[in-house]
């Protein structure tokens, strides 16, 4: 990346923390019915209803990986909201909110169970199969934005994924940035060291971050302030 394009991303970046940005929900009921599937399914621990939410056609995770998951605690989900749809031909991406109520087993024996509340942004990636919504991709919005900027060509790219979801720049996308950073300074390829290590620095800065926050990715990027 050339130090023109390189300025002009962070530039882009701290722009984008302070613009104004609305909601865009969706009106289409079978999107709505898959999404609240997806949760009620985790819920009820419900290992052959979860796989059945998944394309046919891409990996799903394993019944001993779900069964795992179930066994670490047990979920209850509330409060679930469509944020954005972003339709690409077959396929939509769609960013949920939801709160998440745990109860995990104490790992004491007599110690009373860990419970926590908390709300965390998913997108989940559907295709249209047979005239039903099957997923094909699940995750944290902050690790989907981090995974679309690895993969954009061009500085150009990466600068629209971030205009289009301002509001995903902030903490969460710093981590991300830095576990691929991470795995950049592994051998991973692509221009990670330069890009992931002056944005990350940036978004640091802009969010009040603190250094704390961009050491990170200063230690697997070699960046330097």
Same mark, same amino acid.
């Given at each position: 990346?050339?130090?023109?394009?390189? /300025?002009?991303?962070? &530039?882009? /970046?701290?722009?984008? *923390?302070?613009?104004?940005?609305? %909601?865009?929900?969706?009106?289409?009921?079978? /999107? %709505?019915?898959? @999404?609240?599937?997806? &949760?009620?399914?985790?819920? !009820?621990?419900?290992?052959?209803? $979860?796989?059945?939410?998944?394309?046919t056609k891409v990996e799903r995770p394993t019944a001993a990986q779900l069964k795992y998951v179930f066994e670490s605690g047990d979920d209850? &989900?509330?409060?679930?909201?469509?944020? %954005? !749809? &972003?339709?690409?031909?077959?396929?939509? %991406?769609v960013r949920v909110s939801a709160t998440r109520d745990r109860v995990t087993p104490a790992r004491i024996p007599g110690r009373p169970p860990?419970?926590?509340?908390?709300?965390?942004?998913?997108?989940?990636? $559907? @295709?249209?199969?047979?005239?039903?919504?099957?997923?094909? =991709?699940?995750?944290?919005?902050?690790?989907? #934005?981090?995974? =679309?900027?690895?993969?954009?060509?061009?500085?150009?790219? =990466?600068?629209? *994924?971030?205009?289009?979801?301002?509001? #995903?720049?902030?903490?969460? /996308?710093?981590?991300? #940035?830095?576990?691929? !950073?991470?795995? +950049?300074?592994?051998?991973?390829?692509?221009?990670? =060291?330069? $890009?992931?290590?002056? +944005?990350?620095?940036?978004?640091?800065? !802009?969010?009040?971050?603190?250094?704390?926050?961009?050491?990170? #990715?200063?230690?697997?990027?070699g960046w330097r302030s």
């Open positions: 990346m050339t130090s023109a394009a390189l /300025l002009s991303f962070i &530039f882009s /970046l701290a722009v984008l *923390l302070t613009a104004p940005y609305g %909601r865009q929900g969706t009106d289409d009921p079978r /999107l %709505r019915a898959a @999404v609240e599937r997806f &949760f009620a399914m985790q819920q !009820a621990e419900d290992v052959a209803g $979860y796989l059945s939410l998944w394309s209850t &989900f509330s409060d679930i909201t469509v944020v %954005r !749809a &972003f339709p690409a031909g077959d396929r939509v %991406r860990f419970t926590s509340h908390s709300t965390t942004t998913w997108v989940l990636v $559907y @295709v249209s199969e047979d005239d039903e919504w099957k997923l094909v =991709r699940e995750g944290s919005a902050a690790d989907d #934005l981090a995974d =679309r900027i690895a993969e954009a060509p061009t500085p150009e790219a =990466r600068e629209e *994924l971030l205009t289009a979801e301002p509001e #995903l720049v902030n903490d969460a /996308l710093i981590m991300a #940035l830095s576990r691929r !950073a991470g795995q +950049a300074a592994c051998g991973a390829p692509g221009p990670w =060291r330069e $890009y992931a290590g002056a +944005a990350g620095a940036m978004l640091c800065r !802009a969010c009040d971050s603190g250094p704390a926050s961009a050491r990170p #990715l200063r230690a697997a990027t």
